[in-house]
């Protein structure tokens, strides 16, 4: 028994050996793999949510998102929708979303990115304020605050 | 005589030390040089033999001396230092400033850290999802290659990577070490559970808001690292947390303590990393016939891992990080590095040679990017 | 619900800490198998989920009286949080951490059934820090449901401490769980404390 753990412990560490002389070089390999888990993609909470629309216009093009409610086991009252807009974007930045695609317009957001200024005008009642407002690398994006 | 000779046992005669450190010396050469010395920047050049230099010098002299801790140490704290220059560096050169903005969270180019790593398994788990904006495999500190890093790290090492591996304990122990006597030394026993009691609130608390509250809310490295542009009360308290839990646990109790208070009262990671020492293979045991019960190795532990119950069972506790250091001061060498399922007292060199040699090569390798970066920054400052 | 869950979680074990080896010995005595000590420790959690309620449903009424002048309802709760916060941290670092729970009294009741009721109510009425932050939470709400939510999620979080009473003896490293209970309580009193400072600072700037 007392050979038997000795040469289990020293299996083990060489295995061990053995994983840290191929982690370095393999890192690369690895991270794919483990990137490829099905746990491993960001929250909608953090990526702003899934595309829903896109509005191309002449150099600038407005991505709307899905509305984002994830919480940790079901939904919150609480949520907030992004815009995205991307490429060459006007000073005064006007858009009405019908988030809900009911047809009816939920708010309209005026953005005078000179300013840094952003106003929103809630139509709907379940329009909560501008959570975030922020020129991005690809352009501006917006988060509004919602609930259910 | 009895004493000088027990220290000695771990030393090598140079050409031995020589020998062992040639595997050390091809592995990080092809590790930090890519195999193809490129010499085309001069100043990168010369950082990278410098810090090819630094780490084998530092691994011949663990041989050499029979010592640990010391060579640990520097090469340890200077990681730290160069992580956190590079972080600083890179953050004002691109955005001018300490802090991340929206932006930055919103697009998810926020750099991910190991210490995310607890918060993120309940929503892993409930969510299938990541609670952090950062990258999952593409740039800098992407959360796939952290994780990975980690994982094996603590596979092998067990808390060990808290001593070898990870790039902010290097701040608490450099600070632990500039006093020659502690002020305040004895903090009771309860103080050691506070990992645990962190791990379980930042973990509900996390999943619950989901988001990485330790790293929003408290993580005292956002001072030397990046944190949330202050904006807002929020922001503001925040940072105010930050820097007072980096002056208290990292600057000013190590100072007082000569203890590692951060790794050791704080951090939420430490406490995984605690339980993961019941698997790894390395340990540090301690043989009892041989142990004069003096006590020494109780004194200069960092991270309280050892009392005085625990020498007279022969038994370290779990939150020992192997750092050497009770290792070193035994003056019988009755603690030593050992093997699971290896007897204490038996093959104390075969198991401190297989140690040095896995923890040493991670944190050589796993330091080197920075403190390339770091040197080339400054010897393209000084010339 | 959040931080009245937190709260929940880490309070308990302190409650726990000190009652638990009170209530134990009762629920547990002349114990006739696990039907009866379920039975009797749904009825401990049941007195005590009506006890919050009643709590949830008179702290929330009080509030109402209590913050209707806005100078009172920015500035009140988050000092009665930062007072309570400060109880509760110091609860979790003093040595003299007091080892009494005033279930010790059900020592003088002779009825059996009656125990599990009585310590319920005991234990929800024993006004503990955590018990004072929940009941601010509660007076600050501004319904009713809302008032209700706090306390269920303070009760669902507490509770769970007590689920493996039955099982006590087995539980091996007890006293290193109660540390670490003890602490969290410790933490779950800063984030209150934060929560109130935040809150005042809030009330101070918005008038």
């Known amino acids: 028994m007392k050979k038997a753990k000795i040469i289990a412990g020293i299996s083990w560490v060489f295995f061990c050996l053995i994983l840290i002389i191929i982690l370095f070089p393999g890192l690369n390999s690895f991270s794919l793999s483990v990137s490829k888990l099905p746990f491993m993609k960001l929250n909608p909470r953090y990526t702003g949510g899934e595309i829903a629309d896109k509005i191309i216009s002449k150099n600038c093009t407005l991505v709307i998102r899905k509305p984002v409610f994830n919480g940790f086991l079901k939904e919150r009252n609480s949520g907030f929708e992004q815009l995205d807009w991307h490429g060459t974007i006007p000073e005064i930045i006007k858009a009405s979303i019908d988030y809900d695609h009911d047809g009816i317009k939920d708010f309209c957001v005026l953005i005078d990115r000179k300013n840094s200024k952003t106003v929103l005008d809630p139509i709907d009642r379940k329009i909560k304020g501008v959570l975030i407002s922020t020129p991005t690398s690809y352009g501006w994006a917006v988060r509004i605050g919602l609930i259910k | 005589m009895d004493n000088v000779l027990k220290t ?36 990168s050049g010369l950082a990278m033999i410098m810090v090819f230099l630094l780490v084998n010098v530092l691994y011949f002299f663990m041989h050499f001396k029979g010592k640990t801790d010391k060579y640990r140490a520097v090469l340890f704290i200077i990681f730290a230092l160069s992580l956190s220059y590079t972080l600083i560096h890179n953050m004002i050169e691109v955005r001018k400033s300490m802090s991340f903005s929206q ?3 919103l697009e998810c180019r926020i750099p991910f850290c190991h210490l995310v790593i607890p918060m993120m398994i309940l929503p892993a788990v409930f969510t299938k999802s990541i609670i952090f904006p950062g990258s999952i495999i593409s740039g800098f500190a992407n959360i796939s290659s952290m994780v990975v890093l980690w994982l094996v790290a603590t596979i092998v090492l067990g808390r060990g990577f808290c001593s070898w591996g990870c790039f902010y304990g290097g701040w608490d122990d450099g600070f632990s070490r500039i006093r020659k006597r502690p002020v305040i030394k004895k903090i009771g026993e309860l103080w050691k559970w506070m990992p645990f009691a962190v791990l379980l609130m930042v973990v509900l608390t996390a999943a619950l808001s989901m988001m990485p509250t330790y790293c929003s809310w408290i993580c005292p490295f956002k001072a030397v690292t990046e944190f949330e542009q202050v904006t807002s009360v929020e922001s503001a308290t ?14 000013v109790l190590p100072v007082m303590t000569r203890k590692r208070t951060q790794c050791s009262f704080l951090c939420p990671l430490g406490a995984i990393n605690s339980l993961s020492n019941k698997i790894t293979p390395f340990t540090v045991k301690i043989d009892k016939g041989s142990c004069n019960e003096c006590f020494k190795c109780v004194y200069v532990c960092p991270l309280y891992a050892l009392t005085s119950e625990d020498i007279k069972a022969g038994k370290v506790s779990l939150f020992c990080s192997k750092c050497g250091k009770c290792v070193d001061a035994c003056s019988k060498k009755a603690i030593h590095y050992g093997i699971r399922g290896i007897p204490a007292g038996t093959m104390k060199n075969f198991s401190r040679n297989l140690f040095l040699f896995v923890s040493f090569l991670f944190m050589a390798v796993f330091s080197a990017g920075s403190i390339i970066n770091t040197l080339h920054g400054l010897l393209k400052l000084i010339f | 619900m959040t931080d009245s869950l937190i709260l929940g979680l880490s309070s308990g ?25 379920a039975f009797d ?7 005590r989920l009506v006890i919050y309620f009643i709590l949830a449903t008179l702290a929330w009424y009080f509030g109402q009286a209590i913050f209707s002048n806005p100078v009172v309802r920015n500035i009140v709760p988050g000092i009665l949080y930062i007072v309570f916060a400060i109880m509760l941290v110091w609860y979790s670092i003093s040595k003299n951490r007091n080892p009494n729970c005033p279930a010790e009294i059900v020592k003088t009741v002779n009825n059996h059934r009656l125990v599990p009721i009585l310590l319920g109510i005991v234990n929800s009425l024993g006004f503990c820090p955590a018990l004072f932050i929940i009941l601010t939470k509660g007076a600050t709400q501004g319904t009713l449901v809302r008032s209700y939510i706090a306390f269920l999620a303070f009760f669902i979080g507490s509770s769970l401490w007590f689920l493996p009473l039955p099982l006590a003896g087995k539980i091996r490293k007890k006293e290193v769980l109660t540390n670490i209970g003890i602490l969290a309580t410790g933490l779950a009193g800063i984030i209150f404390m934060i929560k109130g400072l935040t809150n005042l600072i809030g009330g101070i700037i918005n008038g």
Do not use: H, Q, W
């Open chain 2, 103 to 105: 932006a930055d969270i």
């Open chain 2, 238 to 251: 925040k940072a105010g947390i930050f820097l007072s839990l980096f002056g208290g646990l990292v600057v």
């Open chain 3, 13 to 37: 074990s302190a409650c726990l800490a000190t009652c638990g080896m009170v209530m134990f010995p009762y629920l547990m005595a002349g114990s006739a198998g696990v039907k009866r000590i």
């Open chain 3, 41 to 47: 420790l749904s009825l401990f959690l049941l007195t």
């Open chain 2, 8 to 43: 000695t046992e771990m030393r090598k005669s140079f050409g031995k030390s020589l020998l062992y450190t040639l595997p050390m010396f091809l592995i990080t050469f092809m590790f930090i040089t890519g195999g193809k010395p490129n010499f085309s920047d001069p100043s």
